[in-house]
């Protein structure tokens, strides 16, 4: 039995269906890439530009977990921002209350009507200061607080209260505070204010005894203790048709007294002012026609809602409109320096609103960066990839030509 051997032809099926399996192969990963549109479908496609779309998809998605979070703290802040908006309407409501109760024209029925008002509007006022947000939690509540920052006396303190602790988070780049610093806004404090109370003793239908708001000369003196200035002796001048006047300074809180101070001789039976230098860090004028026994105490205001309930109760009792006219310049004078407060936080408010329109645009051209990083390095060129597909296809389908062509050469065929 002969065998006949063709290596030449055994050889060229081996090429071409080597050939074949190639161009089959590259033509599938061809088309698999045009399908996902991505030159890069596997890491071991291009190792390094695997790397550097992963680093670009990780980047993406972490500025989307900030603007998530970042979303929220917006929120919170608008609501925050909404909620002093409303709380300066209400003062501004109970303002022009504490006007028309202090014109001077009303009677004392009418004055408790207006009393009765400002009260409600009052406690409105603390509701709005201790407004959650969605989650919970105080808008106002500073660097951390009780669910209720603002108590009132009737929580177990002599005076309104802030339950937390006062100041503001710091803003990244990325993120905003979750909360504002309701101290700042409704709280009084006795060196950064200055804010005090002065009341007077009751004085006789006819005579004018009234004292303007108290001024703050210097605030590192300010003590926040109470005092009291009483008039001693009130009698005629050194001349004809003058009166002198002397008083004296209590620290109600230390009882130390000063010594008798006189005031210069002023007209008798007319007004006039007289300007109180002798408390720490602050001064006073009395206007009016002083007597002697007459009494200017004065007290530091603890908060905005302090200085309303002290308005209420000296306006509700005032014996005459001396009365109701102190005790409406006291509290306005008081409602104009809460409103100056509220004013500045809500205007932080709105900085840090448009902080968040920034922080957002300033991630967005991030995100798009890395997008453009992440394209170059994965996505595939749709015009070259089809060309590159059309172009396997082509040759793919001459290959399958030629192996047809080598099937013919068989010693069978050679024979015939």
Excluded at 162 to 178: D, I, K, R, Y
Excluded at 201 to 211: A, H, M, W
Excluded at 366 to 382: K, Y
Aim: charged fraction near 15%; charge should be negative; avoid cysteine.
């Amino acid at each position: 039995m002969t065998t006949f051997y063709r290596v030449g032809t055994a050889n060229m099926y081996d090429a071409t269906l080597t050939n074949l399996n190639s161009r089959q192969s590259n033509l599938v990963d061809l088309q698999e890439k045009l399908t996902a549109g991505k030159r890069v479908v596997r890491p071991s496609d291009d190792p390094v530009a695997a790397a550097q779309a992963e680093r670009s998809l990780t980047r993406i998605s972490r500025i989307q977990t900030e603007q998530r979070a970042l979303e929220v703290q917006r929120n919170a802040i608008s609501q925050a921002e909404s909620t002093l908006g409303d709380a300066v309407g209400i003062m501004q409501d109970i303002r022009q209350l504490m006007v028309a109760a202090g014109s001077g024209t009303i009677k004392a029925e009418d004055r408790v009507t207006y009393v009765k008002q400002i009260n409600s509007l009052r406690e409105q006022l603390t509701d709005v200061a201790n407004r959650k947000d969605t989650n919970g939690i105080p808008l106002l509540g500073a660097l951390g607080s009780a669910l209720a920052p603002f108590l009132g006396p009737q929580s177990g303190s002599p005076d309104y209260s802030f339950a937390g602790q006062p100041g503001q988070n710091a803003s990244t780049g990325t993120a905003l505070t979750n909360t504002l610093d309701g101290q700042a806004a409704f709280m009084f404090d006795v060196k950064r204010d200055g804010v005090y109370n002065a009341t007077i003793s009751s004085v006789p239908n006819g005579r004018t005894f009234t004292t303007d708001a108290v001024q703050v000369t210097n605030p590192g003196q300010l003590t926040g203790n109470d005092y009291q200035i009483n008039f001693t002796a009130v009698g005629p001048g050194a001349t004809a048709d003058t009166t002198s006047a002397t008083y004296t300074i209590t620290n109600l809180t230390t009882g130390a007294v000063s010594a008798p101070v006189t005031v210069p001789d002023y007209p008798s039976g007319k007004s006039t002012t007289i300007a109180v230098s002798g408390i720490p860090g602050m001064s006073i004028n009395i206007n009016g026609t002083p007597a002697t026994g007459d009494t200017v105490t004065l007290k530091p205001s603890a908060s905005i809602f302090s200085s309303i309930d002290s308005a209420v109760r000296d306006i509700g009792g005032a014996s005459n409109n001396n009365g109701s006219t102190q005790a409406v310049g006291q509290a306005l004078a008081a409602i104009d320096k809460g409103l100056e407060q509220l004013h500045n936080v809500r205007g932080y408010a709105g900085e840090l609103l448009n902080r968040a329109d920034r922080i957002t645009g300033d991630q967005q051209n991030r995100s798009n960066q890395l997008e453009a990083d992440r394209s170059r390095a994965e996505d595939l060129d749709m015009v070259q990839g089809i060309s590159d597909f059309q172009n396997a296809q082509v040759g793919y389908e001459a290959a399958l030509k030629s192996y047809a062509q080598v099937q013919k050469l068989s010693l069978f065929n050679f024979i015939n």
